[in-house]
């Protein structure tokens, strides 16, 4: 089932843009641009998550956050202030995160993952075409066929499926699969790349992009 | 050590000095007067014997015989031993060859006895003696009779004197002791009294030194101490009126910060989410365009920010020169840009322009006109209509905008001069606004020492009006 996302921003273009982004990898997504509206639906819908601005008219977010922190739903306020002051209000009022305005969209994704996991609605089972992922036994299969794969392939994978659609530079693999204190060359990606291409049978999904990195496409 | 002790510890110790100093001058004055008038009454009796031999002499003489003479003397010895009967009194009579003719002592004659030697005749030496536990006064004179002389010497036991004077000094020490305490006492609380207010001040100077600027000293004295207190209250009311301002201006700044921060990262956010969108997913035109457009736009607005917090910082920063110039010349020249801009929206532009002629700098009421007119004509509708006039009202100039646009609302319209508020802010963003345009307004018409009034009615319209100071008669003529 997807999961629903709330995205309260007042900038109409930065809400579009965000909603783009969680519509390619697969959340479904609704857009408010108040306080007051977002209090409306936030009380009327079901929502898995909420991506709150903190300076929005009519209720700002800190306010609107007091008022639904009872209804339990996780929260990460996205905001241009970046003062540490603001962003101790922001957790101690019961945030689960924090995103400092300009964010990467890969940036937000990640944690939008790691908060949806603290509160046990992450995915157990991820699907791309024939391939499924079981996370919970760390099993991939093929056409219901077991598939080996070494632990960093499988890294590998999670990272293209969780960002399905969306182009990685070879450095934001090596980040999210190798650490931030691997210090290897970028080909290991490639070649990384290539072997999964091949167990997978993903030549046609795993995209090689120009200049930039690689893309799993539909 | 505290003032109160240091005032009540020197006051006691000057007083204990002068008080014992004073009382012992006057015991040991009163003694010696005392033992003067005894010394005095001593010789004068030993005179008196001397007078009363010196009678008998003559009949001495005729006889001339020295059991006689002694007879004669023991007679007038007891004689006076008898008139003087008081107790302490001595009579020794002694001849040339230092053997007694009469004594009536009652104690051992010191061996050496100075006031005898060198004694000439008719002459009275005293000498002050202490014998056993008695003080005596010796006098003594030498007369001759019949070519031998004799020491008569009278002496008088003084040791009531003295033993009075032991008396007043023991009277004196107890006296002492309860006159010292008394004054301790009374000393501590006068002390204690008068630096009250100090310590009341230190306490409010240590509140205000911990950071509570609004602790004033309560001190009703209108002694020194009460006017260092009205001077220490003034003084912590001008450090308060600073502070406060230090921390409002510290906020304003703090704020303005804030907005420039989030003005510049919303469209930052937009541009950067959009060209890593177009960049990472798959092309796709429809997408690709709204992007571009997107970038574009808010490029522009960055674009347009940028430019109007130079301006504002110009204008914090620099001094202007004034020239004097006709408000009407400076509007008719950018007639054809304000027509231009009105046109783009199909509003109508209505000019009403009198001949208004104040010291101004040209530039700056240019973009306070344009600044105004782009308001007017975002606030409008199309087909609306915005009108700039300016009239010469009883020697003070105004420059008017007005429009029949949305209107601002009251609870809107005290903000609308802060940096970066925007009473829609949907509206102002969809026109590349940042909100900085009235405080740029503002600060130009600060520097023309102007005002700004605002009438404005939803729906109804808005007329924005500066009011510059009526400019005096003398700089009329002035070239």
């Given at each position: ?37 977002a ?61 400092v ?73 090596i ?38 990195g ?5 | 050590m505290k ?48 007078s ?18 002694k ?14 009967s ?39 030496k ?95 004295s ?71 457009n ?29 020239k004097?110039?006709n ?45 105004l ?14 009108m ?52 740029i ?39």
């Open positions: 089932m997807k999961k629903r996302i709330l995205i309260v921003e007042d900038d109409i273009h930065i809400s579009n843009i965000i909603k783009m982004n969680l519509t390619l990898v697969g959340y479904e997504t609704e857009q408010v641009y108040d306080g007051m509206e209090l409306d639906r936030i009380k009327g819908g079901k929502f898995d998550l909420i991506l709150l601005d903190v300076m929005i008219p009519r209720m700002d977010g800190f306010e609107l956050m007091e008022k639904i922190r009872p209804m339990q739903i996780p929260v990460i306020f996205l905001t241009a202030k970046n003062a540490v002051f603001d962003k101790v209000i922001g957790l101690k009022l019961g945030a689960d995160d924090y995103m305005k300009p964010f990467e969209a890969i940036e937000l994704l990640a944690r939008m993952e790691t908060v949806l996991r603290r509160y046990g609605k992450e995915e157990t089972i991820m699907s791309f075409q024939d391939i499924n992922v079981y996370i919970d036994k760390r099993e991939v299969t093929v056409r219901e066929e077991v598939v080996e794969l070494t632990p960093k392939e499988y890294e590998l994978l999670l990272v293209l499926l969780k960002n399905k659609n969306i182009a990685l530079s070879r450095e934001q693999f980040e999210k699969v190798w650490g931030g204190d691997f210090y290897g060359e970028t080909r290991t990606v490639d070649m990384h790349i290539k072997s999964l291409r091949k167990k997978l049978n993903l030549q046609d999904h795993i995209k090689t992009i120009y200049k930039i690689y893309r799993l496409e539909d | 003032f109160w002790q240091k005032i009540c510890l020197f006051s006691i110790l000057t007083f204990i000095i002068i008080f014992n100093a004073a009382s012992i001058m006057v015991i040991e004055r009163n003694h010696s007067k005392m033992l003067q008038q005894e010394i005095t009454n001593t010789l004068s009796a030993n005179m008196s014997i001397n009363s031999v010196n009678a008998v002499v003559p009949i001495l003489r005729i006889y001339d015989s020295i059991d006689y003479e007879t004669v003397l023991t007679n007038i010895a007891n004689q006076f031993v008898r008139r003087n008081d107790q302490g009194s001595y009579l020794e009579i002694a001849d040339d060859k230092d053997k007694t003719v009469f004594s009536n002592l009652d104690f051992a004659m010191p061996s050496e006895r100075e006031e005898r030697n060198k004694l000439a005749p008719g002459e009275i005293y000498i002050l003696r202490d014998i056993g536990e008695r003080t005596l006064l010796f006098t003594a004179n030498v007369t001759d009779i019949n070519h031998k002389s004799y020491v008569f010497s009278y002496i008088k036991d003084v040791t009531p004197l003295y033993a009075e004077r032991m008396d007043q000094y023991t009277f004196f020490v107890q006296m002492d002791v309860v006159a010292c305490l008394i004054y301790i006492i009374v000393m501590f609380f006068i002390s204690k009294g008068l630096t009250k207010p100090i310590e009341t001040m230190v306490r409010s100077a240590k509140e205000i030194a911990q950071g509570d600027f609004s602790e004033r000293v309560h001190l009703k209108r002694d020194e101490i009460g006017v260092l207190a009205t001077n220490f209250n003034e003084m912590a009311a001008v450090v308060e009126d600073k502070i406060i301002e230090l921390e409002r201006n510290n906020g304003e700044k703090q704020r303005f910060i804030n907005n420039i921060t989030h003005e510049l990262k919303t469209p930052l956010t937009s541009i950067i989410g959009y060209a890593n969108y177009m960049r990472s997913t798959k092309y796709d035109e429809a997408t690709f365009l709204e992007g571009l997107v970038i574009y736009s808010e490029g522009k607005r960055l674009e347009s920010l940028a430019t109007k917090l130079m301006d504002l910082i110009l204008l914090k920063d620099h001094q202007f020169q004034m004097k110039g408000l009407k010349d400076v509007v008719t020249e950018l007639e054809p840009s304000l027509k231009q801009i009105v046109a783009s929206k199909g509003i109508q532009l209505e000019m009403d322009c009198q001949d208004c002629r104040l010291p101004l700098e040209k530039d700056l009421i240019k973009i306070v006109i344009f600044n007119i782009d308001n007017a004509v975002k606030a409008s509708s199309e087909e609306g209509k915005v700039i006039r300016t009239l010469d009202q009883r020697g003070s100039c105004i420059l008017e905008v007005a429009d029949e646009g949305s209107g601002i609302s009251q609870e809107h319209i005290d903000k609308i001069f802060e940096p970066f508020y925007m009473a829609d802010k949907a509206r102002t963003r969809n026109n590349n606004g940042a909100g900085l345009g009235l405080s307004c503002r600060s130009i018409a600060d520097i023309h020492h102007a005002e700004i009034e605002v009438d404005s009615e939803v729906g109804v319209g808005t007329t924005i009006r500066i009011v510059f100071p009526p400019c005096r008669e003398g700089s009329e003529d002035a070239p």
